[in-house]
């Protein structure tokens, strides 16, 4: 196990994981601009190829109003910020990018939000589909809920593996803005693509096994590598990851034998405990001042896996708590490169990563 930390001492803690259902439903629905026959990446606009479109950028000033009646973010806009949180639409996104919205989070940067914002519509503007529902109309009918639900994409180059980040917030909301938006970003600039999940908080592992199912099925018009994928996550959103990306599980919540397991499981801040030699390899970032995921209890966990053969790597940070996100402006800043290449190293296929291994067990 690779480790990086400023401190010795591991005593074990642990809390339970939480339960998970199983989902049958498996019906996947038609991707909005489908690739043609020259295979142009989903939603592209060849008018617009080599051409920058007039938009109007957000700033730190704009109101959530602002982002939601944007055209680019067309009927999806409300899902940008947590639906299951009071967020007034005359908030500022500098009032919005606060721990006052997102609790349990910290170092949130509405300099981000604003980066995030403005990414998302450029690319709208330019053509391409930034949203996919995971479940059809059908199924939303019989169930409003699911309309809540959805992927925001992060176009990394085409054919590369994908990437399915997902948010904490206490399994009570999704804090998408600060706990995977920003790594989606980060991901796509590292030249993968990146899907963050917006998921309902009362039945998140159906939701990402539906996401992974839709990805799965419609890799090819998504312009995606298929296998070779990982799943990300921080608080909530990494009980979620390495839930999914435990195999078993994974068959459990899909009912699909034919998808495969992630190469690499990315977690943050998480009291996740349970450890099995059907996990995903696994890397882990924490701060050690989490007063409520001990990386104590990551560390611990990491040690398991390692015993059972499973590649891991474990980064705690001095003097940081719960929720840093990517990092910015802390000791953590950049780790999402480490984890990257983590996952780059974990690859099943040669010319996946196009690197060696950084990380072989003894």
Known sequence: MKINRCIINCLLAGCSMLGISCSTETEIPIIENNMTSDNKTPGSNEKNKGKETNITYFTS???VADVISDPAFKDFGHLLFPVDRNVPLSMTLSQVSTSDVYVWYSHISV????????????EAENGKQIFYPIYTQKQIAADNSKAYTGLFRFYGEPG???AVTNA???FAYVGAMHDSFPHSLEISKAGYNAFALIYRPDDPYNDL???ITFIYD????LGVKATDYSLWGGSAGARMAATLGNARYLYQLTGRSDIPQPAAVIMQY????TASEYDAPTYVCVGDRDGIASWRTMHYRLQQLEAMGIPTEFHVYEGLGHGFGIGLGTVAEGWTKDAIKFWQANM???NSSGIPPICRLR
């Open 61 to 63: 000033q704009s109101t």
């Open 111 to 122: 300099d981000k939000t604003v980066e995030i914002l403005n990414y998302l519509k450029k």
């Open 160 to 162: 590369k593996p994908f």
């Open 168 to 170: 904490g917030g206490g």
């Open 209 to 211: 096994a539906q996401a």
């Open 218 to 221: 419609n890799a090819a018009q």
């Open 270 to 273: 998480t009291g996740y405990n």
């Open 348 to 350: 099943k296929e040669n």
